[in-house]
């Protein structure tokens, strides 16, 4: 391919890093670096072939491939045995290749040149990782691993622990000899769990997203429906986040629990006021809506206007209105309206 970048500059708060480097096996003509390169790329299309471009972007950094998906990790982990894969069945061990996968934050920026350059925990820690791995071995980090054990358990526990006793910050995990995705047992269906309201699903994935970015929407679509209940599925969420302070906040329950609100129902005062009826999961998206803008504030006010107001539109009205800015009250409602498809705001 003529061009292996293919998302627009951003930072991206979390995502998978795939890392891939190749080397020419010992007694073999070296090759120059424009071949290597070719090498590489051809590689790299073929494994993301089928792969939405808006959801990865590709770069070359001092020799090394990175590509950042900010989509499905397994689709990370499915590029990186592809690539693998290619190098042993094409290249007859004339090529040898190092693939490593880790979850992380990512900077993206144009250097001086006009060329795409990406920095960050996630790259720098892929880059020690890849270091550590053998020739046509996928490595992964703990963090990917812990990850991918939510999103699919079958998969995970086929890795073997690299290095068995080294610290948790260090600790890898290689794929074993033989492994590969296309093996059914890794495409069982995970066994369902219980059933989640789907408006306190959008709050969790809400929440996450503020804390990771786009993969939350993922993690939540592959974890959810195996979660017995909306605390299960926070903690089990909460794997993707990397600081400890905020990983506690966001599994802490919400500050209004379920059970204990009953729906508000409110007699409309005249003839052409309609009846609100706000459900205990809606209630709890617009608190959680408001608090990204308002902050300690937000039950407050909430609460307030919950007494005084008849209508769901008069209410998200006068919510509104308590953003002083007009730009950021806009954006709640556009938010709101996004958490709350079906409700007319």
């Known amino acids: 391919m003529d061009r292996i970048f293919c998302m627009p500059e951003r930072p991206i708060p979390l995502c998978t ?4 480097d190749v080397a ?9 670096r424009a071949v290597l390169r070719q090498h590489v790329h051809g590689l790299l299309g073929t494994a993301l072939r089928g792969l939405a471009e808006t959801g990865r972007m590709a770069v070359e950094s001092h020799g090394a491939a990175v590509v950042c998906f900010v989509g499905d990790p397994e689709e990370a982990l499915d590029a990186a045995v592809a690539v693998r894969n290619q190098v042993e069945q094409h290249y007859e061990g004339k090529l040898s290749v190092r693939v490593a996968l880790n979850i992380g ?7 001086p040149q006009n060329h795409i350059q990406v920095t960050g925990e996630g790259i720098h820690h892929a880059a020690q990782i890849k270091e550590r791995a053998r020739p046509n071995e996928v490595v992964v980090s703990h963090r990917y691993h812990q990850l991918l054990a939510q999103i699919s358990p079958e998969r995970a526990s ?3 622990d690299h290095a068995p006793g080294a610290p948790q910050r260090i600790k890898l995990y290689a794929e074993p000899p033989g492994f590969d995705v296309t093996d059914p047992q890794m495409l069982m269906p995970s066994t369902p769990g219980g059933t989640i309201d789907p408006c306190e699903v959008r709050v969790i994935e809400q929440d996450l997203a503020s804390h990771i970015g786009p993969l939350a929407r993922v993690l939540v679509r592959k974890v959810g429906p195996r979660a017995a209940s909306a605390q299960a599925l926070r903690a089990t969420l909460a794997t993707a986040i990397p600081d400890p302070q905020v990983r506690q906040s966001f599994q802490a329950p919400p500050l209004v629990q379920l059970q204990s609100l009953p729906a508000v129902r409110a007699e409309p005062p005249g003839e052409n006021t309609r009846q609100m009826d706000i459900s205990p999961a809606e209630f709890l998206v617009i608190e959680q809506t408001l608090r990204h803008f ?3 504030l937000a039950p407050a006010l909430v609460g307030r206007e919950l007494e005084r107001c008849h209508r769901m539109t008069d209410f998200v009205d006068a919510l509104a209105a308590g953003i002083a800015a007009p730009p950021q009250r806009e954006a709640f409602l556009v938010a709101l309206q996004r958490a709350l498809p079906d409700r007319p705001i």
């Open 105 to 111: 934050t990512v900077q993206v920026a144009m250097d």
């Open 158 to 160: 086929s890795f073997v």
């Open 294 to 296: 308002l902050g300690p």
């Open 24 to 32: 020419v096996a010992p007694g073999e003509e070296q090759p120059t």
């Open 17 to 20: 890093v795939m890392l891939l």
